[in-house]
């Protein structure tokens, strides 16, 4: 178990591969679980750092406040720490706001970014993201409530492939489970993010990627930061829901193998 301590805080970090560096910023309540998959379909062509921000797997998950501010200054600690002057960031949802919060922090640090599956702002969310957030705000965890999440995030031959039973049953049985507290830290960091002024300012190569069949953060969100940061790609993965490092992680990495190399 690797650790990097930053202030108080606790930090978990797995690092595999090869090549130049790129670190992955994981998505709201995911840890380096959920970016397993791609991990391992990039660590031929990159020296990969897949982390658990915090509140969430193995790192520390203390019960205050916090913006995804903090979360840049911390992930840049951890790159510092790692050695690294400038690295590749891919953000997944939560983790793209993240991304984009370094670039306005420290953006010699940043070589390329990939943003995916998120937004510049998650104060106008989806009907579909603001109903299942408000449940979030007030209950426990249940099946009613992973079944309405499960079927928002994923796209349907993902759905198809792997039951909702098997969804729950992983869930429920989770052997380093989210405290309620420490979602609920998350999702605050998530509602008070607003980028809208500063993406005229990005000006490194930057990747977009989308699902088509979104229903938490849609990809018309994508679109639209395709059409506000300068010089961006945009890719659309068709068949794909929210979870696109779960879905298809062999074809967002050839997305990102792909952008990367020019």
Not at 7 to 21: D, M, Q, T, V
Not at 41 to 61: A, E, H, P, W
Not at 158 to 165: G, I, N, T
Not at 201 to 219: C, H, K, M, R, T
Request: glycine content about 8%.
């Amino acid at each position: 178990m690797t650790l990097y301590k930053t202030g108080e805080l606790n930090l978990y970090y797995e690092i595999a591969g090869k090549g130049e560096p790129l670190i992955l910023l994981n998505g709201l309540g995911c840890d380096t679980r959920t970016m397993q998959p791609l991990a391992e379909s990039l660590k031929g062509s990159f020296t990969v750092i897949n982390y658990d921000m915090r509140c969430v797997g193995q790192s520390d998950k203390p019960d205050t406040p916090f913006t995804l501010a903090d979360v840049a200054y911390e992930t840049s600690q951890l790159i510092e720490h790692l050695g690294y002057e400038k690295i590749g960031v891919l953000g997944f949802s939560m983790g793209g706001m993240a991304a984009m919060e370094l670039f306005h922090l420290d953006r010699d640090i940043v070589g390329k970014m990939c943003l995916v599956s998120t937004t510049p702002s998650f104060r106008r969310p989806s009907p579909v993201a603001e109903e299942m957030l408000s449940m979030l705000r007030s209950t426990e965890i249940s099946n009613a409530l992973l079944k309405q999440v499960y079927e928002s995030m994923f796209g349907n031959s993902f759905r198809k492939a792997h039951p909702l039973d098997e969804y729950i049953k992983l869930r429920m049985t989770d052997t380093n489970p989210q405290p309620l507290h420490a979602y609920l830290r998350q999702l605050a960091a998530c509602e008070s993010f607003d980028s809208f002024d500063n993406l005229k300012d990005i000006n490194v190569p930057v990747l977009l990627v989308a699902g088509n069949e979104d229903g938490l953060v849609p990809a018309e969100n994508t679109k639209w930061l395709h059409k506000n940061i300068a010089g961006s790609e945009l890719h659309v993965l068709n068949g794909v829901g929210h979870m696109a490092p779960l879905e298809a992680p062999k074809e967002l990495a050839a997305a990102l193998l792909s952008s990367f190399s020019q």
